[in-house]
């Protein structure tokens, strides 16, 4: 008897752990909500094929570059990036952001901020998260500044490395970036999850310029959305590379082509510009990129974290 009762008081025990444990641990979900570089696709001004033979369903499907980390069981949510298409990308969250991660001061990742104010959202002290050069950008400049008088955002301080704790079980830490930083201070960020974690640097100089090494990053993570601004240099046969340094996508398969199947499967490639043949499903540089073990980001995928 006394045995019996033993095990039906393990049995007891080991169920209300499991439950506790079910009860801690919480659905979190990265979703991307868009691909592509600053100005969009169709790209203003654009008369080659790849803008002019897009369907109006093909341009609906394309955003420029964001994130949202989601728990949808607690209705919470983050927004990485402010971008041009914020309006659509709105919508598309599982519900309004706790709080929104700037990666730097260029048009597709902070312009979106302009519809929090009067005009359109008239939101109330959504905190926005930047860097000290990003804080200074935004308070002395209009119409940003407005933002920050009449409260509409509220500036958090971010610091290089030190991680901040939000939602539940969810740590971003951001990482400091080679870019053209003209107006702030450019970041990726490490996002960890309850169980998995994600790197997100959607613009970058060159991987040879950063101080950190990407090999060992993809070790210490399960994703990596990583700039694919350029395929290749004839794209921008009619600008000079020195003025809109990124590394190709050719560049970063020749770095990581000798690392593990492993390794590669947790690349995926975003921030497109308009020129980017891997926007094309159909096209062989979509297919070769495939073949080589990496994959190519699209609008909507969710991931685990």
């Excluded at 009762?5 to 979190?28: D, G, H, M, P, Y």
């Excluded at 909500?33 to 600053?38: A, C």
């Excluded at 450019?186 to 169980?195: A, D, K, R, Y």
């Amino acid at each position: 008897m006394k045995i019996r009762f033993a095990s039906l008081f393990f049995f007891v025990v080991l169920f209300c752990t499991i439950s506790r444990a079910q009860q801690n641990e919480v659905k979190t979900y990265l979703k991307i909500l868009g691909t592509l570089q600053d100005g969009g696709s169709p790209h203003i001004g654009c008369q080659k094929k790849c803008c002019k033979t897009l369907t109006l369903q093909e341009k609906e499907k394309r955003k420029v570059t964001a994130l949202e980390i989601a728990q949808p069981s607690l209705n919470q949510s983050l927004l990485f990036e402010a971008t041009p298409d914020i309006v659509s990308q709105w919508t598309a969250l599982t519900s309004p952001p706790k709080g929104i991660f700037l990666t730097h001061a260029h048009m597709g990742h902070y312009s979106g901020l302009l519809h929090l104010g009067r005009e359109a959202l008239g939101a109330q002290e959504l905190p926005v998260y930047v860097l000290p050069k990003m804080k200074q950008f935004l308070q002395n400049n209009a119409p940003w500044s407005q933002l920050v008088e009449l409260k509409n955002i509220l500036l958090k301080d971010l610091e290089e490395r030190k991680t901040l704790t939000l939602l539940k079980n969810v740590r971003v830490t951001p990482l400091r970036v080679p870019h053209r930083d003209e107006f702030s201070e450019t970041v990726g960020f490490l996002i960890e999850g309850p169980q998995k974690k994600a790197l997100f640097i959607p613009d970058i100089d060159k991987w040879t310029l950063w101080e950190e090494n990407l090999v060992e990053w993809l070790n210490r993570v399960d994703y990596a959305f990583v700039d694919a601004t350029f395929y290749s240099s004839e794209e921008v046969n009619y600008r000079p590379l020195s003025e809109i340094p990124h590394p190709l996508v050719q560049e970063t398969v020749f770095i990581l082509n000798q690392e593990t199947a492993g390794l590669k499967n947790k690349v995926y490639f975003i921030h497109m510009n308009h020129t980017n043949p891997l926007l094309d499903k159909t096209s062989p540089e979509v297919k070769w990129v495939l073949e080589q073990g990496f994959h190519i980001a699209a609008l909507g995928q969710e991931f685990e974290l």
